[in-house]
């Protein structure tokens, strides 16, 4: 994570030179006042194109907004206090009611900016204060798309490869918790959920770089290798995210319904490890071990179901017990843990 932040800072660095160099040059060839110019060039370098190009397009409507109320108040008041309130304070409103949001940040700094220079010439300062806008924009628009295109492809693999060691992680804690006190009344629910969400919000970051990835595809065409693997990445994710919904499962699961004995729990828990240990260590993914246990765990499975469905006449209220839906969720995590891994072995072979 701290060589991913070096990197990605390092090339923001250099952009944002790069963006400010051009920018006050252009503006120095014109002959117009850069210092507009240049902090837009810095506050609109974004995380990839697309979002340079969609926030430039709002930004520069915010921005002439931000330069008319500068214009507008210093007619009215001069350079004064109330005249750097009304201008600020109505760029917000207008910029708001017209879901200009993007813009906020620029189109104020704009207009605040302006009432220190602005002394004559209101509708000749207008347009250059426009123009100069315009032109940091689209300099950081093209720096950011041809100087050091952002390429996250390397990050999501290797956080797909943290992720599935995460999953593990939290299936262990889960079964540590449970498994082994299956009538305990209270759990450690807070341990449970704290993993479980911080998962969560390790899957949504790398779904956003999935994102920006998907988008910078829009301007950096993918060749035919570079979208299979974009593709497999996305499935990787995808069979991740649905690990964790079958977590969530069990997480809500009534344990201390369990009618298994301390035996049967104690193979369960087994199984549980196992997985567990495969998502840590993919090295130690054994697809015929691993075809053994999803055998041991379908048996279960049905043999279990059949009792249900022969025991009419059992106080079972339903037939989502919680042994079946055990049953089913570890079905359901062992199926797509052997997805994953057969595609990583696939891949290593290949690389080799």
């Given at each position: 994570?701290?060589?991913?932040?070096?990197?990605?800072?390092?090339?923001?660095?250099?952009?944002?030179?790069?963006?400010?160099?051009?920018?006050?040059?252009?503006?120095?060839?014109?002959?117009?006042?850069?210092?507009?110019?240049?902090?837009?060039?810095?506050?609109?370098?974004?995380?990839?194109?697309?979002?340079?190009?969609?926030?430039?397009?709002?930004?520069?409507?915010?921005?002439?907004?931000?330069?008319?109320?500068?214009?507008?108040?210093?007619?009215?008041?001069?350079?004064?206090?109330?005249?750097?309130?009304?201008?600020?304070?109505?760029?917000?409103?207008t910029c708001?009611?017209?879901?200009?949001?993007?813009?906020?940040?620029?189109?104020?700094?704009?207009?605040?900016?302006?009432?220190?220079?602005?002394?004559?010439?209101?509708?000749?300062?207008?347009?250059?204060?426009?123009?100069?806008?315009?032109?940091?924009?689209?300099?950081?628009?093209?720096?950011?798309?041809?100087?050091?295109?952002?390429?996250?492809?390397?990050?999501?693999?290797?956080n797909i490869?943290?992720?599935?060691?995460?999953?593990?992680?939290?299936?262990?804690v889960l079964?540590?918790?449970?498994?082994?006190?299956?009538?305990?009344?209270?759990?450690?629910?807070?341990?449970?959920?704290?993993?479980?969400?911080?998962?969560?919000?390790?899957?949504?970051?790398?779904?956003?770089?999935?994102?920006?990835?998907?988008?910078?595809?829009?301007?950096?065409?993918?060749?035919?290798?570079?979208?299979?693997?974009?593709?497999?990445?996305?499935?990787?994710?995808?069979?991740?995210?649905?690990?964790?919904?079958?977590?969530?499962?069990?997480?809500?699961?009534?344990?201390?319904?369990?009618?298994?004995?301390?035996?049967?729990?104690?193979?369960?828990?087994?199984?549980?490890?196992?997985?567990?240990?495969?998502?840590?260590?993919?090295?130690?993914?054994?697809?015929?071990?691993?075809?053994?246990?999803?055998?041991?765990?379908?048996?279960?499975?049905?043999?279990?179901?059949?009792?249900?469905?022969?025991?009419?006449?059992?106080?079972?209220?339903?037939?989502?017990?919680?042994?079946?839906?055990?049953?089913?969720?570890?079905?359901?995590?062992?199926?797509?843990?052997?997805?994953?891994?057969?595609?990583?072995?696939?891949?290593?072979?290949?690389?080799?």
């Open positions: 994570m701290n060589r991913f932040r070096i990197k990605f800072i390092g090339s923001r660095v250099v952009k944002t030179g790069v963006a400010v160099f051009l920018t006050s040059l252009i503006c120095q060839l014109i002959g117009w006042p850069a210092v507009f110019a240049v902090i837009t060039a810095i506050v609109t370098i974004e995380p990839t194109v697309s979002d340079s190009i969609k926030k430039g397009i709002v930004r520069l409507p915010a921005s002439a907004i931000g330069s008319a109320y500068a214009v507008f108040f210093i007619f009215l008041f001069g350079n004064s206090p109330i005249t750097y309130t009304a201008a600020a304070v109505f760029t917000i409103i708001f009611k017209l879901k200009l949001r993007d813009g906020l940040l620029v189109a104020t700094l704009t207009s605040v900016a302006m009432i220190e220079v602005i002394h004559s010439n209101f509708l000749i300062s207008f347009f250059i204060r426009l123009g100069t806008t315009s032109i940091g924009l689209l300099v950081s628009t093209f720096v950011n798309m041809f100087v050091l295109p952002p390429n996250y492809s390397s990050k999501i693999m290797s490869h943290s992720l599935l060691r995460a999953t593990g992680e939290e299936l262990e079964t540590n918790e449970i498994f082994p006190n299956k009538h305990k009344q209270e759990k450690n629910e807070l341990l449970i959920k704290q993993t479980f969400a911080k998962l969560k919000r390790e899957l949504d970051q790398t779904d956003m770089l999935v994102r920006f990835q998907k988008e910078e595809a829009r301007y950096h065409r993918f060749n035919d290798e570079q979208k299979k693997l974009f593709e497999d990445e996305q499935e990787k994710i995808a069979a991740l995210r649905l690990i964790h919904y079958h977590i969530g499962n069990l997480i809500n699961t009534p344990f201390t319904e369990i009618t298994w004995s301390n035996q049967e729990c104690h193979a369960l828990t087994k199984s549980v490890y196992t997985i567990a240990d495969t998502m840590k260590y993919p090295d130690h993914f054994s697809l015929e071990k691993h075809r053994e246990q999803i055998t041991s765990l379908m048996e279960q499975f049905w043999l279990l179901k059949r009792e249900l469905a022969t025991n009419e006449t059992s106080n079972t209220s339903t037939f989502f017990t919680a042994e079946i839906i055990i049953l089913y969720e570890l079905l359901s995590i062992y199926n797509l843990v052997e997805e994953l891994l057969v595609d990583f072995k696939t891949e290593e072979a290949l690389r080799e």
